[in-house]
C-alpha cells in the first residue's frame, strides 16, 4: 500500500490545490496518513508570498532529513517549487518531486516517474491553458466547499510573486463552475466559496462570456446553496455591479474583502497597483451606499520601500475613513523577480515592525467599536463547530464575523443533537475586537 502525507502552507487557493492533489492521489492508489513517520511520500505544499512563508518548507525539510534512509520521498509543490523550481533539488537533495499548480493535471503521470525510480521528477511549466479541474477533489470540510473560478494572475504589482508562482490568468467555464456547485449542492454543502487570485477578472472562456458578477448571480440561484463567498478581489476590476448582485441575493454573503495595500495614492503608484485612494474609495462608497450591511476588510503592507511617514499616516487615515471589519496587515518583505527589487530606499526592519504595531492598535480599536455596536442585534449563524471547554457553539455570520454563542435545547455536539452545519438565529450579547458572543433565539 502506498501512503502519503501533505502539509499545507499559505492562502485558500492553495488549501484547495492541497485538497485536488490529495483527491488525484487517493484516485491513483495512494492512501492519505495524518502523520509524515506513517508516509512513504510526503508533500509540502508551499507558499512564497513573504520570505518567512518560504523559509518554513526548507525548516521541515531539514527537520525530516534523516529519514530520507528509511525510503520516504519527499516533493515540494505550490508556490516555492515553481520560484525555486529545479534549485530546491541542490539545497535539498532528498527531495525527489518539484512541481507547481500550473502542472498538478499532470499529477498522475509524475507519480508514475516516481514510482519508476526517477529521483528528479518536475512540473514546472506555467504555459498550461487549463485550470486544475479534476473530479476526484477530497474536501477538508463537510458543509462549506471552495470552488475555483479563475487561475493565476494577468497583474503585475511591484511587490507580488504570484504572476511568477502561478502563471497567467486562466478562466473556468462558467457551466463547468456551476455544475460543481450544484454536485455540491445535492451532496449537502450549504455554503460555497468562489476561489481566484483575482476573481473580478473571470471571464468566461465560453461563447457565453460571462463576466464575474453574471457567474455570482448564478452562483446565487443555486438550489441549495446558502451562503456563496468569494476571494479575492483586486480594486481595479471590482464593478458596480458586483454591488448590485449582492443587493440582489441575500445568498451572496454581505463581505467584500478588498485589498487596499496602502492609503497613499504615491505609495500605490509605486507598487502599480493601477488606482488612486480616491478610485478606490469610489469601490468602498458603492458599499456603503447599499441597503444591505457589507462588511469590509483589507489587506495592508507596510514599509513598502519608500513609503514616508506622511504615506503611512495616509494609510492609517485611510483605516478611520472606511471603518473596515478586519484587516491582515504585512510587513513588506522583498520577493525574487519582482520590479520592487530594484527600487532603493529600503525602510529599516525596527521602522516596519513600529508601523505595523501602530496600525494594527488602529485596527483593534475600530474592531472593538464595530463589534461592539452589534451587541442587542440577532444574527444568522452558520455553526463551523463546538468549544467544549466553554460550552459554546462557534458559528460565522454571513459578514464573516465568528459569533460563539449557546443554545439552551443543544447543550453539546452529540448524535442529532448536533448543530454542526446548521444554521441558527443568534442575539449577540458581548463583544470583542475579533468576535462576537451570543445565545441562540431559534434554530432552522
Ligand atoms: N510583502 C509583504 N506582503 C505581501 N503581500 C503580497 N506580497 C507581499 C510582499 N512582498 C500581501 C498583500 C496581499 C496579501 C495576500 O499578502 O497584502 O494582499
Ligand atoms: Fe502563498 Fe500567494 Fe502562493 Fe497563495 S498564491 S500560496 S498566498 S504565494
Not at 73 to 80: A, D, I, K, R, Y
Request: proline letters at 4%.
Amino acid at each position: 500500500m502506498k501512503t502519503f502525507y501533505i502539509e499545507t502552507f499559505g492562502c485558500q487557493m492553495n488549501a484547495h490545490d492541497s485538497e485536488k492533489v490529495v483527491g488525484t492521489l487517493v484516485s491513483e492508489g495512494y492512501t492519505q496518513v495524518p502523520a509524515p513517520e506513517q508516509a512513504d511520500l510526503i508533500l509540502y505544499n508551499t507558499c512564497s508570498i513573504r520570505d518567512k512563508a518560504e523559509q518554513k518548507v526548507f525548516h521541515r525539510l531539514q527537520q525530516f532529513k534523516k529519514q530520507q534512509g528509511q525510503g520516504k520521498l519527499f516533493g515540494v509543490l505550490g508556490c516555492v517549487a515553481q520560484q525555486e523550481g529545479e534549485r530546491i533539488f541542490e539545497r535539498a537533495p532528498h527531495v525527489s518531486l518539484v512541481a507547481g499548480s500550473a502542472s498538478y493535471s499532470k499529477l498522475p503521470q509524475m507519480l508514475v516517474q516516481l514510482e519508476a525510480g526517477n529521483r528528479h521528477v518536475t512540473g514546472l511549466s506555467l504555459d498550461t491553458d487549463e485550470a486544475f479541474d479534476t473530479p476526484f477533489t477530497r474536501r477538508d470540510n463537510p458543509h462549506r466547499a471552495y470552488i475555483t473560478i479563475i487561475e493565476g494572475c494577468d497583474k503585475a504589482c511591484a511587490y507580488c510573486v504570484v504572476p511568477f508562482t502561478r502563471g497567467p490568468e486562466r478562466s473556468r467555464a462558467g457551466a463547468s463552475v456551476l455544475k460543481e456547485a450544484r454536485e455540491l449542492a445535492s451532496m449537502g454543502y450549504k455554503e460555497i466559496q468562489l476561489l481566484g487570485q483575482n476573481v473580478n477578472s473571470y471571464r468566461d472562456p465560453s461563447p457565453a462570456g460571462w463576466d464575474f458578477a453574471r457567474l455570482l448571480r448564478a452562483a446565487g440561484q443555486v438550489q441549495g446553496i446558502r451562503r456563496v463567498r468569494f476571494t479575492t478581489s483586486h480594486p481595479r476590476d471590482f464593478v458596480k455591479d458586483i454591488v448590485d448582485a449582492i443587493e440582489e441575493n441575500p445568498v451572496l454573503c454581505n463581505h467584500v474583502h478588498l485589498p487596499v495595500q496602502s492609503g497613499s495614492s504615491n505609495v500605490l503608484e509605486r507598487m502599480q497597483r493601477l488606482y488612486t485612494r480616491d478610485d478606490y474609495m469610489r469601490r468602498i462608497e458603492w458599499m456603503k451606499a447599499a441597503r444591505r450591511n457589507i462588511a469590509i476588510t483589507t489587506d495592508i503592507i507596510v514599509g513598502f520601500p519608500g513609503e514616508t511617514e506622511t504615506d503611512f499616516e495616509q494609510t492609517l487615515s485611510l483605516l478611520e475613513e472606511v471603518q473596515y471589519d478586519s484587516l491582515f496587515s504585512f510587513k513588506y518583505s522583498r520577493r525574487p523577480n519582482t520590479s520592487a527589487l530594484a527600487l532603493d530606499d529600503h525602510i529599516p526592519e525596527e521602522e516596519k515592525t513600529r508601523r505595523l504595531a501602530i496600525l494594527q492598535e488602529k485596527q483593534r480599536a475600530i474592531q472593538i467599536r464595530r463589534n461592539s455596536e452589534l451587541v442587542g442585534t440577532v444574527d444568522e449563524a452558520f455553526v463551523e463547530g463546538y468549544n467544549q471547554a466553554t460550552g459554546q457553539w462557534i458559528g460565522r455570520t454571513t459578514q464573516n464575523r465568528i459569533l460563539n454563542f449557546i443554545h439552551p435545547e443543544h447543550a453539546g455536539p452529540s448524535g442529532d443533537e448536533t448543530l454542526i452545519g446548521k444554521y441558527s438565529d443568534v442575539r449577540i450579547t458581548r463583544a470583542g475586537p475579533n468576535s462576537l458572543a451570543g445565545e441562540a433565539v431559534t434554530c432552522v
